[in-house]
């Protein structure tokens, strides 16, 4: 299996699934020119162009980071990285996924695009902010998006925490938020995934 990914790039949640899963895998970088780390046209393997991308051992390529996501935690059940398909938990999961990619990860794209305006950057803030505060309160009480269990969801949440710096928001404002974030940065495989990507010593 192999992973395109860039560092620190929303495929960093994948990239820690895949290590909580102890899933064997190769994990492929993507530069900006769409060059991968071992000499190919990233274009030519997923033709959306951006990261994640997961190619599985038969040669199909999986897109969208919410199905990857599921994908790692249904093949290793054992994982515990996401509730059974049967278990109201997982509409759960998948309600948490969908709000985080269209909601939030999708907000902070402006910090990233050089032709975004100000005006624009401001609107994108306006809204993480909101959503955010949303999630901080949702949170209090717990220690992870479903409850006391480690789920793809806080993967992804960690992932898109970590760009409020590019964004000029301070997570000190949300408690709960701060707590997840130190929790889930505690983690072994993502200490792991972090320093493979280059992210920390
Ligand atoms: N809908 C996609 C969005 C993925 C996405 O936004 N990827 C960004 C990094 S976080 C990217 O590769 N951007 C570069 C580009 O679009 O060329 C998903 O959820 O997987």
Request: net charge positive; hydrophobic share 45%; glycine share 8%.
């Amino acid at each position: 299996m192999k992973l395109y990914y860039s560092p620190g790039a929303c495929s960093l949640a994948a990239h820690i699934a895949l290590r909580e899963a102890a899933v064997t895998f190769d994990a492929i970088k993507v530069g900006r020119d769409k060059k991968t780390s071992d000499g190919a046209d990233y274009n030519a393997i997923n033709p959306k162009g951006y990261v994640p991308a997961l190619v599985l051992d038969d040669g199909q390529v999986l897109t969208e980071g919410p199905a990857i996501l599921q994908y790692i935690a249904d093949r290793n059940p054992s994982s515990g990285l996401a509730p059974p398909a049967s278990d109201m938990q997982r509409y759960r999961l998948q309600e948490w996924l969908g709000f985080l990619n269209s909601e939030v990860h999708k907000n902070f794209s402006p910090f990233f695009n050089p032709a975004a305006t100000e005006p624009m950057k401001e609107m994108a803030r306006a809204n993480v902010l909101r959503r955010l505060s949303f999630t901080q309160q949702a949170l209090t009480g717990r220690s992870f998006l479903l409850g006391e269990r480690f789920t793809v969801a806080d993967a992804y949440l960690f992932t898109i925490l970590n760009w409020g710096q590019y964004a000029g928001i301070d997570l000190g404002q949300w408690p709960a938020l701060k707590a997840l974030h130190a929790r889930v940065a505690a983690r072994p495989h993502v200490q792991a995934a972090m320093k493979a990507e280059g992210l920390s010593g």
